[in-house]
Nanobody
Framework: QLQLVESGGGLVQPGGSLRLSCAAS????????IGWFRRAPGKEREGVSL????????YYADSVKGRFTISRDNAKNTVYLQMNSLKPEDTAVYYC??????????????WGQGTQVTVSS
């Protein structure tokens, strides 16, 4: 069983930065991708960024390209989401998830509890 724990959320002013962390523990054979997803108030959850555990390839939603960077530290079993130039529309609960890949949430069996990011002046 794989457990995921997010951290690093908080309140930040527009234009500011935050770094989210997703720490994994446990073991499973069916995980090839770690993804960050978010749910904004009144909206459906959406994919933000993905990283392949196999080859390190990264993917980003158009809304965050050029502002967010996903990375991994295999030694620490941790995936990061560096978020720069934050906008009020980035306000959401951010979740990390582990699964076989793609933007389809059904491909992700393991989810963290979420961390709140609020961008406001």
């Amino acid at each position: 069983q794989l457990q995921l724990v997010e951290s690093g959320g908080g309140l930040v002013q527009p234009g500011g930065s935050l770094r989210l962390s997703c720490a994994a523990s446990g073991f499973t054979k069916d995980v090839y991708t770690i993804g960050w997803f978010r749910r904004a108030p009144g909206k459906e959850r959406e994919g933000v960024s993905l990283i392949s555990i196999i080859d390190g390839d990264t993917y980003y939603a158009d809304s965050v390209k050029g502002r967010f960077t996903i990375s991994r530290d295999n030694a620490k079993n941790t995936v990061y989401l560096q978020m720069n130039s934050l906008k009020p529309e980035d306000t959401a609960v951010y979740y990390c998830a582990a699964g076989v890949g793609s933007w389809y949430e059904g491909n992700y069996l393991y989810w963290g509890q979420g961390t709140q990011v609020t961008v406001s002046s």
